[in-house]
């Protein structure tokens, strides 16, 4: 359109000069004629030869320009007469791009207002990663694969079209960001039949956000069938808020026949969080009701869940120990036989029950305190657990072993105690306990199960806590109680002597395990170098992992013998590189050289376990065996609780003093000099 404007103003422009230059000739001509019409023939002959000869041969020269312009104009006018037709034709089709145009235009506003309806069921959907709501929707039993810029309008027409609309948006609603999803709320709250649907979505980030009153508040008002969508959310908050109330809601509508929405999933997470919160008649119905309905096979993982959560129920509904069943052989009975536990990492709820290896290389490292006494007899209801602990005892050399008493045999019955969950297990009175390690794993939300079971004595050494809400007044009182708590850190060192607690720095007792590697050669036959949790250097390089499934999945005696025979193969390189502390401490107590690089021990975790190398572990461990050996030795004597514990005490206080005047002055001349030489040393 543009193009044909344009070449019609030059023709234009050009017709315009044409007709000056035609006016110019005329004007020569008129003058030609006047003058043969005015001058007589003579005098005109002689002006039109003489004085005007250059006059007439421009005349004629304007002649010629007229009739070549007469012959362009001509032409132009043609042209002009096309470049009408084509104007004419370019405006037809403009007004037929106007018209589609506007019809563009309506379709336009058409998809923004379909747009807008979707945004009031789903808003900002699309600010949300879409794998995330697959593994939602998947987790609904609803497979889709979600993704691209219209990933809000295809999910709610995917929901709509389900037809369960309510069930998606509450699987949706554990997963999306906290601003959209009360926006969600908020929006859903507008359309008529999803009111309780929005009150469901607030409930279920509220739980998110560990507001138990608030979704407790939300959830309780909605009717039964759309609290059944959310029933694992309802179940946890009411634990908080209202126990009693919420059991007998739960059972309520698990018992109801026409609530056929809850999955088996559901039904173990809730059966889970009763055992959790200790609600063992509650939670004895539901298992009831869980195994009449649960007829088809249940998926591998579930299974794996269920068994667990109902072993730690079991424990719940028989929690009276029977010494008889403890003991290998019944004729034990007849002498008095010493109760020492030890530790385990199961847990009620499955996915904090350790997967960790080096928890169980702290367990060889507690047993190595016992073990090393001669004239022992190990006795108790777990035989692989005896049976593993009479291989590691055999692993001890006779140069290390200690004699327990005169001429005496002291009948040892082992125990198992579960580290975050001892109050569930049958435990016999003053059993003795050497506790260590990482405080605590959680059980769903209930509370930390720590103070330990009643009939646990303890005594704290290489303790450490990683949450400080754990340590509430009922919890600082006991560890008063059975203070000094010797430390693995200085910061958890100074964090119980800020709270009043008698602590001391102790170390790490995995530095104990080197007691089963009496004949280790560090001149020996060894490969060069291996990777333990840490990116290899190269393809070709050995690498181990320290954490796997396997190990949540094993009993103790298993995860023991599994923990000792990867020492053993770790201990035949002669470095290693790992960012695990029970790799690197134990093995550099066996003699071997370890690589923990400094981004992992300028964790506070390690304070006061950085940089020890071989040498320092060495000594850790002795200094560990000088102060738990004259304590273990009464208790294998079965000496009076009241005397173990003051000898304790005694042995441990120079340690406990040493640290207050750590705490207290922190900036003396030693530490100054810590502080330089660790600065140079990392220059």
Request: proline share 5%; net charge neutral.
């Amino acid at each position: 359109m543009a193009l044909a404007r344009s070449s019609y103003a030059r023709v234009r422009t050009t017709v315009a000069e044409m007709k000056v230059e035609v006016a110019m000739k005329t004007w020569a001509v008129r003058v030609r004629n006047n003058i043969r019409r005015l001058v007589p023939n003579t005098t005109r002959a002689f002006f039109l030869r003489v004085i005007a000869p250059g006059t007439m041969n421009k005349i004629q020269r304007l002649q010629s320009t007229l009739a070549i312009a007469q012959k362009q104009r001509t032409n132009a006018r043609k042209e002009k007469s096309e470049i009408e037709k084509q104007l004419i034709v370019t405006e037809e089709d403009l007004v037929r791009t106007a018209s589609d145009l506007a019809a563009a235009q309506v379709s336009i506003k058409s998809i923004k207002l379909q747009q807008h309806k979707a945004s009031t069921i789903l808003h900002r959907i699309d600010y949300v990663d879409p794998v995330n709501y697959n593994e939602a929707l998947s987790d609904a039993g609803l497979s889709w694969n979600l993704r691209g810029p219209l990933l809000g309008i295809e999910l709610i027409k995917t929901l709509i079209s389900d037809g369960d609309l309510p069930r998606c948006l509450a699987h949706i609603a554990r997963v999306i960001p906290t601003r959209e999803g009360l926006q969600l709320a908020y929006r859903i709250s507008c359309i008529d039949g999803l009111v309780n649907v929005s009150g469901l979505i607030r409930g279920v980030i509220a739980k998110r956000l560990g507001l138990w009153q608030l979704a407790y508040s939300e959830l309780s008002k909605l009717p039964k069938d759309v609290l059944v969508l959310a029933l694992e959310e309802y179940c946890e908050a009411g634990m908080h808020i209202n126990p009693l109330s919420t059991t007998d809601a739960v059972l309520d509508i698990v018992t109801n026949d026409s609530c056929s929405k809850i999955d088996s999933a559901t039904l173990v997470d809730i059966l889970e969080i009763l055992v959790c919160f200790k609600e063992c008649e509650a939670a004895s119905s539901l298992d009831a009701i869980i195994s009449e309905r649960l007829a088809d096979p249940l998926p591998p993982a579930l299974v794996i869940r269920y068994d667990n959560v109902r072993c730690f129920l079991y424990k719940l509904k028989h929690p009276v120990c029977k010494l008889e069943s403890l003991d290998a052989n019944p004729d034990a009975l007849k002498a008095p036989a010493v109760n020492f536990g030890v530790f385990t990492y199961k847990n009620p709820d499955y996915k904090y029950a350790s997967n960790n290896m080096g928890d169980y290389v702290q367990t060889l490292g507690g047993l190595a305190h016992l073990l090393r006494h001669k004239d022992i007899e190990l006795i108790g209801s777990n035989h692989s657990l005896v049976k593993t602990a009479y291989f590691l005892q055999s692993r001890i050399a006779e140069n290390a072993k200690v004699e327990t008493g005169e001429g005496t045999v002291a009948k040892v019955r082992l125990v198992e105690i579960d580290r975050d969950a001892s109050t569930y297990d049958d435990i016999p009175p003053e059993t003795w306990l050497l506790s260590f390690g990482w405080f605590a794993q959680p059980r769903r939300t209930a509370p930390v199960d720590f103070p330990f079971h009643a009939n646990i004595n303890p005594l704290f050494i290489s303790f450490h806590v990683d949450r400080p809400d754990m340590l509430t007044a009922v919890a600082i009182d006991y560890l008063r109680k059975y203070s000094p708590i010797g430390c693995r850190d200085w910061a958890t060192t100074y964090m119980l002597l800020s709270c009043g607690v008698p602590a001391f720095f102790s170390g790490c007792i995995t530095t104990n395990v080197n007691l089963y590697f009496p004949d280790f050669n560090r001149e020996s036959n060894r490969k060069e170098l291996a990777f333990v949790d840490y990116p290899k250097d190269a393809e070709d390089r050995d690498y181990f992992e320290q954490g796997t499934e396997l190990i949540r999945k094993q009993p103790l005696a298993w995860n023991l013998r599994n923990a000792m025979d990867t020492l053993e193969q770790l201990s035949g390189y002669e470095t290693l590189v790992t960012s695990r502390l029970h790799c690197y401490l134990p093995l550099s107590s066996i003699g071997v050289n370890v690589d923990f690089p400094k981004q992992y021990s300028s964790d506070s975790r390690f304070d006061g376990l950085r940089d020890v190398g071989i040498d320092g572990a060495k000594k850790m461990g002795r200094d560990l065996i000088k102060l738990l050996s004259p304590v273990m030795s009464l208790i294998l004597n079965h000496s009076l609780k009241a005397d173990i514990y003051t000898a304790w005490r005694s042995a441990a206080q120079p340690l406990v003093d040493s640290a207050r005047r750590r705490l207290t002055s922190p900036f003396s001349e030693e530490s100054i000099n810590r502080i330089f030489a660790e600065k140079e040393g990392s220059l």
